[in-house]
């Protein structure tokens, strides 16, 4: 099996959690003994690479985040260029988010699910799971192990031919944490997430705190 990947992010891949997802799902890929190409649309100079790939390869994989329910802008202007190809062709999905609960990406895998008629193409299935906002500020270690379970989907991709529904499902994790969970959760982000992302936010230079509200003043 020979996969194409591509990373729909508007984010170039050093700020993007998509490529990161990717670079596990890919490592996967590889020990099960297939081998891919990787594309990504933050550039809009390789879009013409792109389509050429996207021509020449049956098994397509595309790879994206979901910003507060809508599907990144420049991807589909992307997809506005593909040619109408035929069922030989199957295209499948990553949809990845920051929330937790894979109900929030439901409304997303809904579209996906209806994109293939439009390109003419196969639909090989979603694989969707949230929770993924830190990736790309965490450690390389802790990274590593947020991004572990896309190289076992990975592995069952190449090895099963195609993402399976009762491992898809379960990848997913629950569509709404527990009462407990929420609670927990709500907790968390009043503090130690509210620290954790001060930090981070200094780091990449910002000078006033996160809550600031100079139009009450």
């Known amino acids: 099996m020979h996969v ?3 990373n729909g992010s508007p984010r ?7 490529d990161k997802i990717i670079a596990a799902f ?3 890929l590889s020990e099960a003994g297939a081998t891919f190409e990787k594309h990504a649309v933050s550039r809009k100079e390789s879009w013409p690479v792109i389509l050429e790939a996207y021509t020449e390869n049956t098994e397509i994989v595309i790879a994206l985040p979901l910003f507060v329910e809508n599907i990144p802008g420049l991807l589909l202007e992307f997809l506005e260029t593909l040619p109408v190809k035929d069922k ?23 579209f996906l699910e209806k994109l293939p008629d439009y390109l003419g193409v196969s639909y090989g299935g979603t694989l969707i799971k ?8 965490a450690k390389a270690d802790e990274a590593k192990k947020i991004t572990k379970p896309y190289k076992e989907m990975g592995k069952s991709f190449a090895g099963n031919n195609g993402f399976q529904q009762e491992k ?18 709500s907790l968390l982000f009043k503090t130690l997430a509210k620290k954790k992302f001060a930090e981070v936010s200094m780091e990449w230079g910002c000078t006033v705190p996160l809550d600031h509200r100079p139009w009450e003043q």
């Open 88 to 110: 030989a062709t199957r295209v499948s999905f990553i949809l990845q988010g920051g929330f937790a609960e894979a109900s929030q990406l439901e409304c997303g895998k809904t």
């Open 168 to 185: 898809v499902k379960k990848f997913a994790g629950p569509d709404y944490l527990s009462l407990p969970n929420r609670v927990l959760c």
């Open 130 to 137: 949230g929770d993924n906002f830190g990736i790309r500020v």
């Open 26 to 28: 890919a490592e996967g």
């Open 12 to 18: 170039v891949e050093k700020y993007s959690n998509t």
């Open 4 to 6: 194409m990947i591509i």
